[in-house]
């Protein structure tokens, strides 16, 4: 894998599954994680034990184009990339 430092990843439908899956992983191996699900409450549950430095918890809904531009934004401002 590359290099986790200083490396952001946005991972979409981190609150379950397949995209949990990924976060924990990515987190794990020490990348800056921007998540983004549609149920925050049970994203901000599943990924409790992340390191609150690392992780960035954004609502998310791919079917509504303003989500996506307003997740960009807060990773943005929260990793400055």
């Not at 992340?50 to 943005?76: G, I, M, N, Q, Y």
Request: glycine share 8%; no cysteine; proline share 2%.
């Amino acid at each position: 894998m590359i290099d986790p430092d200083g490396r952001v990843v946005m991972v979409s439908g981190a609150n379950r599954g397949i995209g949990l899956a990924v976060a924990e992983r990515l987190h794990d191996d020490g990348y800056l994680v921007s998540l983004g699900a549609r149920d925050t409450k049970a994203l901000e549950k599943a990924t409790k034990k992340f390191d609150a430095e690392r992780v960035l918890r954004v609502p998310f809904d791919a079917t509504d184009r303003k989500s996506h531009e307003d997740w960009v934004k807060s990773t943005a401002e929260r990793f400055g990339r």
